[in-house]
């Protein structure tokens, strides 16, 4: 299969596919721990690399396999790796590409759990971390060090959808030798392909729209064989691979991402044109509004503005509250990316660990309200957010 000619709807479906001796249609379930072989030589030819083939879970699966060939098509990239969890696939970016003394510099507006992993974690090993603006690229050039080995930020960012370009970033990237790495959960490759845009690395959190309907953990590492050749070291010796079952969801979801991805940018848009009329919002956060301040910068790179929609209300957090409060349907919760709308007070719950300063500095106020737009009828989501608006 040439799957490089097939259209994204196409890949999500059949792309990764490969049957076994039975000739099942949809993808088989392999839940095992280890692979039997013929011989001891061919035992000592896999062992040593001579043999392609399994041997052992931690190291592939074939369920595993056809999830990573399946998204590996989808973002255009040589190899992809599966990991445990989005954060999984973070850690073994880092622990696959730097080293002791190495530095990092990053988006200010990264998903805390990032933030506490640069800032907690890999610096007890001796790599630092400087956050600069996701959407300034001098500030990216300016913070460039001679030991600097990695960029990395997340666009849109959460929750107020700023964008990062990511080809001018990338571009900086290179002329200093530094490699790219954008976390590219929101968009998905459905909507945006990094490595197209001049990114090395592309990592995501497969728990999110690649799922799609709020199951199972898992990420995912993409990138050449040659940048990609520790990450998978890493996750080989260490361990927080992805297991099998979680895979197979994966790839069942991925067979509507494109649908899923088109409905839910529809919905959001809608979501979004409504909140700008409500009186007591003050100011709606969405990349496919033309009032969105990098709209245009967003819909070149972007295929579409997402399913992320960020407003403040009138009123600060206790107004905020009364919104939430007041819903019947949506779910309460910072997940993001399901069939089901998702909504939460991001400065008391995702950001709520960053000193009120820290918050205001970046522009989290009080009253701004995140929803993950699901694939509820948009009347029906707009009458559940009314309740608590117009009161
Ligand atoms: C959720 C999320 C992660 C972490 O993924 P997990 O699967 O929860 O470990 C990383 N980045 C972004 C942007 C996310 O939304």
Redesign the pocket.
């Known amino acids: 299969m040439h799957e490089e000619n097939y259209q994204p709807d196409t890949l999500g479906i059949r792309a990764g596919t490969v049957r076994s001796q039975f000739g099942e249609h949809s993808e088989a379930l392999f839940l095992t721990s280890s692979f039997v072989f013929e011989s001891a030589a061919q035992a000592a030819a896999r062992f040593i690399g001579e043999e392609p083939g399994n041997i052992y879970a931690r190291f592939t699966n074939p369920t595993v396999t056809m999830f990573e060939q399946r998204l590996a098509a989808l973002e255009g990239a040589e190899q992809c790796v599966a990991t445990a969890?989005?954060?999984?696939a973070?850690l073994a970016c880092v622990m696959g590409v730097l080293k002791a003394g190495d530095h990092v510099v990053a988006s200010v507006s990264l998903?805390g759990?990032?933030v506490n992993l640069f800032n907690n974690i890999i610096r007890k090993f001796g790599i630092e971390t400087t956050y600069v603006s996701a959407s300034n690229v001098a500030e990216w050039q300016a913070a460039v060090r001679p030991n600097t080995r990695l960029f990395f930020l997340?666009t849109p960012s959460?929750p107020l959808t700023e964008i990062s370009d990511i080809a001018a970033i990338a571009a900086v990237a290179k002329s200093r030798g530094v490699l790219l790495a954008v976390?590219n959960?929101?968009c998905t490759p459905i909507l945006q392909r990094p490595l197209e845009l001049g990114a090395d690395i592309v990592?995501h959190?497969?728990?999110?729209y690649l799922d799609g309907q709020g199951r199972v953990?898992?990420?995912a590492v993409l990138g050449n064989k040659k940048t990609l050749e520790g990450v998978y070291g890493f996750l080989r010796t260490a361990g927080p691979t992805m297991s099998a079952f979680n895979a197979w969801i994966f790839l069942k979801g991925m067979e509507t991402l494109k649908l899923r991805m088109d409905a839910h940018s529809a919905a959001a848009l809608q979501l979004a044109q409504w909140l700008e009329a409500q009186p007591n919002v003050v100011r709606v956060f969405y990349p496919g509004l033309p009032s969105h301040p990098q709209h245009e910068l967003a819909m070149r790179q972007q295929k579409t503005g997402g399913g992320i929609v960020a407003f403040e209300v009138k009123g600060g957090k206790e107004a905020a509250w009364r919104v939430i409060d007041n819903t019947k349907m949506l779910s309460i919760t910072a997940n993001?990316g399901d069939t089901r709308t998702t909504i939460c007070h991001s400065a008391s719950t995702t950001h709520a660990r960053i000193s009120a300063e820290a918050r205001a500095a970046a522009g989290i106020s009080d009253g701004l309200i995140r929803i993950g737009v699901g694939l509820e009828a948009v009347c029906d989501i707009q009458n559940d957010l009314a309740r608590g608006l117009n009161c």
Do not use: P
Not at 85 to 88: L, N, P, R, T
Not at 205 to 208: C, D, G, N, R, V
């Open positions: 969890s989005g954060m999984a973070i998903f759990a990032t997340e959460n976390d959960c929101f990592i959190s497969a728990t999110k953990l898992g990420g993001l």
